[in-house]
C-alpha cells in the first residue's frame, strides 16, 4: 500500500516542516483557486450590468441567490470529506481513504440531482418569495433554472477538490478552475455581448464553466485512479457503512450552519429588493465584491484545517495550534490591505460592475461598512479553522443559528429604524448624508442601510466564541475520527 502511494505523488505531508512556509505554499493554490472562483462568477455581474443594465444585474443576482444557496451543501459534503481525509491520511489509513472517495461522490451526485429538480420546478414561487422585482422577474427565472442543470457538476467538482485538499494537494485544484474561468469568461462575452441572450447567456456560460472544470478534475482522479480506487463499473459507486456514517456527522451541521447564514442573507436581501432597483443592485454588487475579497481568507482557513486535521491525526496538538496563530497573522494582513483598497477606491471598484451612478454613490457607503466584515471574518476564520479540523461541528453547527439567524437578522432589525430616523449629529445621520438625493424620496427611507451594518456586523460574536473555544484547549483531547 505504502508503495502504490508514493506512485501516485497525490498531496503532501503537512505534519512536518516549518508551519508558516508550509501553509503559505499549501494555502497560495488554494487562494488563487477561490479568487479565480469569485472573478469568473464576478464576470455574470460585470457583463450583464454593462450589457443588460441595472434589470440584468437583479437578474442574475436575484436568480443566483439560489446557486448561493445550493453550493454551501456542496461545500459543506465536500468539506466533510475533506475533515475525514486529512485526519485518515494524517493517520496513514490508506483503504479507508478510498472508501471514503467512492462514498463521497455517490452521496454528492445524488444530493446534487435531487437540488436540480426542485430548483427547476418550484423557481418561480422561490423568486416572489424573495421579492424579485417584476421587471427582473424573467431574467431571474431562466438564469435560476439553466444554472440548476450545472449542479451535479458543481457537486462532483468539489467533492474532489475537499478529497484532494484533505491528502495535502493544492495545486490541481487550482488548474481546474482555471480552466472553468477562461470557459466562463469567453462564453459570456460570446452569448450576452455577441448574441444577446442576456440573463440566460451568463447561466449557460457559468453551467459550461463548471462541466469543464469537473471534466479536469475527474480526468486527474482516472490518472491516479489506482490511488482513488476508481473503477468504471457499479461496484466504484459503493457507500461504505461507517464512512457515510462520519461524512453524515461531518456535512450535516455544516450544511445546516451555512444554509442558516444563507437564509439569513436571503431574508435581508428580500427585504432590500423592496427598497428599488438601485438599492437591490448596490447590494448585489456588494455582496459579489465582500465574498471576492474574503476569498483570500477562506483560502487560508481551508488549507489551514486540513493542515490542523493531518497533524491532530498524527497527534501533534502542538503543531496544530500554532497552526491556527499563522493563519491568524494570514488573514488579519488581507483583511488590512482589502480595507485600504475600499475606502481609498470606492467608486472605481464598484465601477467594474454597473455603470450607474446612483449604485456607484450607494458604494462608497456599502463598503464603509464591509471593512467591520473583513476583520470579524479574518478572525473568525482563524478559529474556525481549529474547529473545522478536529470535527467539532456540533460547536459549528451552534455558531451557525447564532451567526446566520441572531446576529445577521438581529442587528440588521436593530439598526433598520436607527437609520430610518436619524437625527443630525448622529453617527446614523453621517452615513444617510452621503446617498444621493435622487433615492431618498417618500417612497424610500434609508432603512436598508441598517441591513448593510448588520451583515458588518454579525460575525463580532460568533469570532469571540471560536477564540474561547480554541484557548480553552479542549480541542487537544477531542475524540478524533480516525479509527
Known sequence: MTADVKKAKVGRDLTQGPIFMNLMIFALPVILANVIQ????????????????SIGTVGVNTGGEMADLVLPIALG???????????????????????????????ATLISVVLAVIMIVFSAPILHLLNCPEEAM????AYMIITAFGYPFVFGYNAVCGLLRGMGESKWPLFFIIIAATINIFADILLVAVI??????????????????????????????????????????????HAVQILGKLALPQIA???????????????????????????GVGNKIQKFVEVFMQGVDTASASMIGQNLGAKKTKRAGRVVWCTLSMTMVFAAV?????????????????????????????????????????????FQSMVTGCGFVSLGFAIGILDGVVCKIGLSLIFVPLFASAQPGSIFYFFTSQIPAAITGEAHSFGYLGYFLGIACSRILPGLLRFAYFVSGKWKTRKLLVK
Do not use: W
Not at 455574470?44 to 443588460?52: C, S, W
Not at 475527474?218 to 466504484?236: E, W
Not at 451612478?357 to 457607503?365: K, N, R, T
Open 138 to 141: 424573467g431574467q431571474a427565472r
Open 338 to 382: 482589502a480595507s485600504v483598497l475600499c475606502l481609498l477606491f470606492p467608486k472605481q471598484i464598484f465601477g467594474l460592475f454597473s455603470n450607474d451612478e446612483l449604485v456607484l454613490a450607494l458604494g462608497v457607503v456599502y463598503l464603509e461598512f464591509m471593512v467591520i466584515h473583513f476583520f470579524s471574518s479574518a478572525f473568525v476564520g482563524a
Open 38 to 53: 469569485q472573478l469568473y462568477g464576478m464576470v455574470d455581474l460585470a457583463v450583464a450590468g454593462k450589457y443588460v443594465g
Open 77 to 107: 459534503v465536500a468539506t466533510a470529506g475533506q475533515i475525514y481525509i486529512a485526519q485518515l491520511v494524517g493517520a496513514k489509513d490508506h483503504e479507508s481513504v478510498k472508501a471514503t472517495v467512492s462514498t463521497l461522490l455517490t452521496l
Open 196 to 241: 444577446p441572450l442576456e440573463a440566460a447567456g451568463t447561466a449557460i456560460a457559468t453551467v459550461l464553466s463548471q462541466i469543464g472544470s469537473f471534466t479536469a478534475a475527474f480526468a486527474y482522479m482516472y490518472r491516479q485512479r489506482d490511488h482513488f480506487g476508481l473503477k468504471f463499473d457499479r461496484s466504484f459507486f459503493r457507500i461504505d457503512v
Open 257 to 283: 450552519r451555512s444554509l442558516l447564514v444563507r437564509c439569513g442573507l436571503l431574508f435581508i436581501n428580500a427585504n432590500i429588493n423592496v427598497y428599488g432597483t438601485e438599492v437591490s443592485a448596490t447590494n
